[in-house]
């Protein structure tokens, strides 16, 4: 049973930087897509960025430009780093990992973290 971890989220003043970790382990076969979902109060979830295991990258306009993942396939990890936090950053961030490449444009993932609060001050 593949396990999903977050870690990194806590309160940060708006102009500063964050970096959220994730370890997708356990499983019978290899992760291939890893992504970072966030849900603000009173909306829905949303993508936020994703990657495959061959370094394709997919990010959301809301953090384009201020924003980077990485994975380290050996380790089983994937990073998320925003810059410039806006209060608007405020939410949970979810860590997503599924088998499949597809899951990063398909947005279906069959394991998901519990999640890690991330508050931008302003």
């Known amino acids: 049973q593949v396990q999903v971890v977050e870690s990194g989220g806590g309160l940060v003043q708006a102009g500063g930087s964050l970096r959220l970790s994730c370890k997708a382990s356990g499983g019978r076969f290899a992760i291939n897509a890893v992504a970072w979902y966030r849900q603000s109060p009173g909306k829905e979830r949303e993508f936020v960025a994703g990657?495959?295991?061959?370094?394709?990258?997919k990010t959301a306009d809301s953090v384009k430009g201020r924003s980077a993942i990485s994975r380290n396939n050996a380790e089983y990890t994937a990073s998320l780093r925003i810059d410039r936090l806006k209060p608007e950053d405020t939410g949970v961030y979810y860590c997503?990992?599924?088998?499949?490449?597809?899951?990063?444009?398909?947005?279906?993932?069959?394991?998901w973290g519990q999640g890690t609060q991330v508050t931008v001050s302003s």
């Open positions: 997503a990992a599924d088998v499949s490449y597809d899951a990063l444009d398909s947005g279906k993932y069959e394991y």
């Open positions: 990657i495959t295991s061959g370094g394709r990258t």
